[in-house]
């Protein structure tokens, strides 16, 4: 087995590929974390981590950007997941292990990109279940509304910037989610694989409705907001996107990773990019891109209008069962990827704890659950998607980055997918990272470069004190005349 120093001859800290895969057990089973998810649960795991929101919150923020050209802006947001994809599944079938990108940059980057790849995965991850939160809080009380005639009081469904209080559900949601990733992989992989189906089959059924009311007129003029318009809406729509990498955060506890997670991966970018061009063009041609824009519930609002009735309260429970399996997925994720920072010394010792009753990491759990259920009591959906977009486009650029790195330092890696057309695909995902991070605009550039200062300060303050990569190149004997 090859091996890498630790630290390079440049003085950045890598490490082995197969260091990784050794210390997570990822090529055995019965290590630490249970394998118990196959492709299908997978698949369904991927489409419950990105399947909320963005199309039942967010398609009204796009459309307002966009208009009918929505759907172009779709494409746009799913090619640069496309290319990524691509490097996601080489690098999730070469190296399956929890850390996810954090570990993909460790290998092929070094420790201090690694950590701030880290960083802004606890930014895509911790703040995006947040504004999921919040998201799920709006349709339980379209819900409620549908279902009752009455809906939770302002004071405790929204926060203080929204003219309430306390944003209770969005903090029920979570909690809940806790319980259940508590309980075990074994459970979540089930529920999240129900709730997946049943949330496609939504989808399924709002297109049938919608597409009976189509009407050509209704998307024209196509392009009004022209390729500014086209841009700006991609950016906003690549949040719906958010949570395909969630994919290798499994890679312990899925049977068979290095086949299974490529597969995966490019199975859900695939069903999910139908899935949203479909609603967007059907929910626009229905009632056009004025009935859709700046409606948070549009999804719903546009069954009602179509049916004549309160059909829009099936779709509403569909939201609501789609954006708490979102919040079930990503937080999953989130508490695999402080997993893999702790275990190389990054984090606090308490996130890699692994309860010997449930083999889940139920500290780290329910600590990610407390922090993250603060922000969606309190803060607003709009408010963190601009932020958590461009994080994550940033760690898009770096997992390409990644596989041009280690095709060009480990071309003996073992891997059971390759990207096609490298290096081409590899660049054309920076590429198109970088475009749609000009699109989130000048203000969240200030606020995204304000967040790297800060985990900068954090690596030199804690993690690079307590790598323990470090400490065993401090501790490593020095070879004679070395």
């Known amino acids: 087995m090859r091996t890498t120093s630790p630290a390079a001859p ?49 398609l009204s923020d796009s459309v307002a ?68 939160a919040v998201g799920w809080s709006q349709y339980l009380n379209e819900l409620l509304d549908s279902l009752t005639g009455w ?21 029920v949601v979570i909690l809940l989610a806790a ?51 086209i841009t700006a809406g991609a950016s906003l ?18 049977r068979d990773p290095r086949r299974n997670i490529p597969l995966a991966i490019l199975i859900c970018i695939g069903v999910v990019t139908l899935l949203y061009v479909a609603v967007a063009l059907a929910a626009i041609g229905a009632l056009g891109p004025d009935a859709v824009a700046d409606k948070p519930a549009a999804l719903s609002l546009i069954v009602d209008r179509v049916t004549g009735s309160g059909f829009g309260g099936v779709i509403a429970f569909g939201a609501v069962v789609a954006i ?32 010997p009753r449930t083999a889940t990491p139920a500290a780290g759990t329910w600590i990610v659950a407390a922090l993250i259920a603060l922000p969606a009591a309190f803060s607003s959906l709009d408010v963190v998607v ?14 390409n980055a990644s596989v041009l790195a280690l095709r060009r330092t480990r071309p003996d890696l073992k891997r059971t997918f390759r990207v096609p057309l490298h290096p081409l695909f590899p660049l054309l995902g920076i590429g198109f990272s970088a475009y749609l991070i000009w699109g989130t605009g000048w203000t969240t550039w200030v606020q995204f470069a304000g967040f790297l200062a ?15 990569l470090g400490a065993a190149a401090v501790s490593a004997p020095r070879e004679p005349g070395a």
Request: charged content about 15%; glycine content about 14%.
């Open 454 to 468: 800060v985990g900068a300060g954090v690596y030199a303050a804690y993690g690079r004190r307590n790598s323990r």
């Open 179 to 229: 319980v259940l990733l508590v309980r075990g992989i074994r459970e979540s992989a089930r529920a999240t694989a129900a709730m997946a189906v049943l949330k496609i089959g939504i989808l399924l059924l709002f297109l049938a409705i919608a597409f009976t009311a189509f009407q050509d007129g209704n998307l024209t003029p196509f392009a009004g907001a022209g390729a500014s318009g």
């Open 151 to 171: 809906q939770l009081p302002t004071a405790l469904s929204a926060g203080p910037g929204e003219g309430g209080a306390v944003n209770l559900p969005a903090v």
């Open 324 to 355: 708490a399996s979102v919040v079930l997925a990503v937080m999953y994720g989130q508490t695999r990827i402080l997993m893999s920072m702790a275990r190389d010394g990054l984090m606090p010792r308490v996130f890699e704890r692994i309860s």
């Open 10 to 58: 440049t003085g950045r800290r890598l490490k082995s590929p197969d260091l990784l895969i050794a210390e997570s057990g990822a090529d055995r089973e019965g290590h630490g974390l249970r394998r118990t998810m196959g492709l299908f649960q997978l698949v369904c795991f991927g489409v419950g981590a990105i399947v909320g929101t963005g199309i039942f919150v967010g």
């Open 386 to 399: 601009n932020l958590t977009t461009i994080g994550t486009l940033a760690v898009m650029a770096a997992v």
């Open 65 to 132: 950007e966009a208009g009918p050209a929505v759907a172009v802006s779709y494409v746009l947001a799913a090619v640069t997941c496309v290319f990524t994809a691509f490097s996601f599944a080489e690098l999730g079938g070469a190296i399956p292990v929890s850390g996810s990108s954090y570990s993909f940059a460790y290998a092929a980057l070094g420790e201090r990109t690694a950590f701030l790849v880290g960083w802004c995965l606890l930014l895509e991850y911790g703040v995006s279940v947040s504004a999921v």
């Open 237 to 254: 729509a690549f949040f719906s996107f958010i949570g395909f990498d969630a994919v290798t955060t499994a890679g312990e506890e899925v």
